[in-house]
T-cell receptor
């Protein structure tokens, strides 16, 4: 298996633009997680899906952030409009079932909002 | 919610020596404690985990100990090697409300050849 695949690896955009991050989880995994990593706040859970249904979105910063999982093999995280403070590394992770299983992380998307 | 504190933030160890990273957690209901290793430019990778029904777990050069009374757990790496250089994160999950994995702030470990 190729592991969790994220795209793009790097994204540079201007403030106010829409940004879409993509994730393909490991086949057969039922849970998908979006994390944000910054120096100041470390690794933060943004949202967690189980069987394509959002279970916990309490970490989504505000209405500018939205996440979807239309099927078991694809998820998106959208920021609209983007702001400089959104600059961070965004990780997608998947697990067989829930948070008590090994999480497999993708390589992340480095987002820079100018 | 859960609060996980991790110390030290940076650690330099001579190759071959041991390294110890410590974490404390706030929620006494927490019962699952994984450790992740993050190499430069990569996502975190699980290296070992422990559940609250045991006090220690070992996997080759890596071991984790758990003290439920004191609410702290530690990662021990023996016979360190250059490839152990990375950032290490502890984490905890509690049963309270929605289960959520809360990460510590990370320890940058540098192995000095």
């Amino acid at each position: 298996d190729a592991g969790v695949i994220q795209s793009p690896r790097h994204e540079v955009t201007e403030m106010g633009q829409e940004v879409t991050l993509r994730c393909k989880p490991i086949s057969g995994h039922n849970s998908l997680f979006w994390y944000r990593q910054t120096m100041m706040r470390g690794l933060e859970l943004l949202i967690y899906f189980n069987n394509n249904v959002p279970i916990d979105d309490s970490g989504m910063p505000e209405d500018r952030f939205s996440a979807k999982m239309p099927n078991a093999s694809f998820s998106t995280l959208k920021i609209q409009p983007s702001e400089p403070r959104d600059s961070a590394v965004y990780f997608c992770a998947s697990s067989l079932e829930g948070v008590r299983e090994k999480l497999f992380f993708g390589s992340g998307t480095q987002l820079s909002v100018l | 919610g859960e609060n996980v504190e991790q110390h030290p933030s940076t650690l330099s160890v001579q190759e071959g020596d041991s390294a110890v990273i410590k974490c404390t957690y706030s929620d006494s209901a927490s019962n699952y404690f994984p450790w992740y290793k993050q190499e430069l430019g990569k996502g975190p990778q699980l290296i070992i985990d422990i559940r609250s029904n045991v006090g220690e777990k070992k996997d080759q050069r890596i071991a984790v100990t758990l003290n439920k009374t004191a609410k702290h757990f530690s990662l021990h790496i023996t016979e360190t090697q250059p490839e152990d250089s990375a950032v290490y994160f502890c984490a905890a999950i509690s049963n309270f409300g929605n289960e959520k994995l809360t990460f510590g702030t990370g320890t940058r470990l540098t192995i000095i050849p």
